[in-house]
């Protein structure tokens, strides 16, 4: 059994005026992790890392995810290592596929994308690790001879996390990687053929979930509905099809006219399974129940309409506040 780590997310639409004052707290309540989000349209991964970072003295911050199409490799590995080397030890980079649409939307999406995300994770690794990387001429990612100046290299190499979800991706994650960032709903269904799949002993395993944390459960549940109003469609059939309900929820989902009816159908058991929603003990079980099948960061994505009061509610679950 694994004890997770806590760790909150960023919110991307997040005031930028807020975004320092939002990490600030979150280190200051006792997280463990901090999370920004690369989503087309809003803020680079990168640029809200290295602000959070310098604004704060001691918790670790991931990037989830980097669209590996996005972006050069090359450039990729010196954003990486910069950041590595002026905070070592305290940034990790999610890196993954990114959304088919957006990525079609800026002409970026591979014709092999499994392919392209081994060999771009394969050569971000190598040029962390100062090595010099040679490609062939048709290989998916094309290096000649591109290498990290010395100076450059960090001490602490940052791990890589792929940000993945089907079966043949996440099997490419215990290759090339070293953990996997499994974005939200993380039922400990879902976790454990996730972890499976990927079958790599040691790996770390980064999951995301709605949360939402209240004295009264039912209040809780309530607030964690809006966030799971989408589940089911069919990006997110791997997220699904591990559930015991996944028949039911489906059927649930062709009924429904519009995601906020279907939000405001789902029954209490199934927000419960499928969101970190409830109680501060009932919330710090689900977390548990996460960790028993081998997660070993849980990242809670607050949703409350004021995300610096959300982090309030959150951190009642840190092992500090149930004392």
Do not use: K, N
């Amino acid at each position: 059994m694994t004890t997770p780590s806590l760790g909150v997310l960023l919110p991307r639409d997040l005031p930028a005026d807020r975004v320092l004052a939002h990490a600030r707290r979150a280190e200051d309540l006792g997280f463990d992790e901090l999370w920004v989000v690369e989503d087309l349209g809003f803020r680079g991964g990168a640029a809200q890392a290295a602000a959070v970072l310098a604004a704060t003295e001691r918790i670790h911050v991931g990037i989830g995810i980097l669209p590996a199409a996005a972006r050069d490799v090359a450039f990729a590995a010196m954003d990486a290592a910069t950041l590595a080397g002026m905070f070592p030890g305290r940034v990790t980079f999610g890196v993954g596929h990114g959304m088919p649409d957006w990525m079609r939307s800026v002409g970026r999406w591979p014709a092999r994308p499994l392919t392209y995300l081994e060999a771009y994770t394969r050569a971000l690794r190598a040029l962390l690790r100062g090595e010099t990387v040679t490609t062939a001429p048709d290989a998916p990612v094309v290096l000649d001879g591109v290498a990290l100046d010395p100076s450059s290299v960090p001490d602490v190499v940052p791990d890589v996390l792929l940000g993945v979800r089907g079966p043949r991706s996440l099997a490419a994650a215990g290759r090339v990687a070293e953990g996997v960032v499994l974005a939200e709903p993380c039922a400990p269904a879902y976790v454990r053929a996730a972890v499976a799949q990927v079958a790599a002993p040691g790996t770390r395993v980064v999951t995301y979930d709605v949360a939402a944390v209240d004295d009264d459960e039912a209040r809780a549940l309530e607030r964690a509905r809006p966030g799971l109003a989408w589940i089911g469609e069919p990006d997110w059939a791997p997220h699904v099809a591990p559930l015991p309900f996944a028949a039911d929820l489906a059927d649930l989902r062709a009924r429904c006219t519009s995601p906020e009816a279907f939000a405001a159908a789902l029954p209490d058991a199934w927000v419960r399974e499928l969101a970190l929603a409830g109680t501060p003990d009932g919330v710090r079980e689900r977390v548990a129940a996460r960790g028993e099948v081998g997660a070993t960061t849980c990242v809670l994505f607050p949703t409350a309409p004021d995300p610096l009061a959300a982090l309030e509610d959150l951190a009642r679950v840190l092992p500090a506040a149930a004392v």
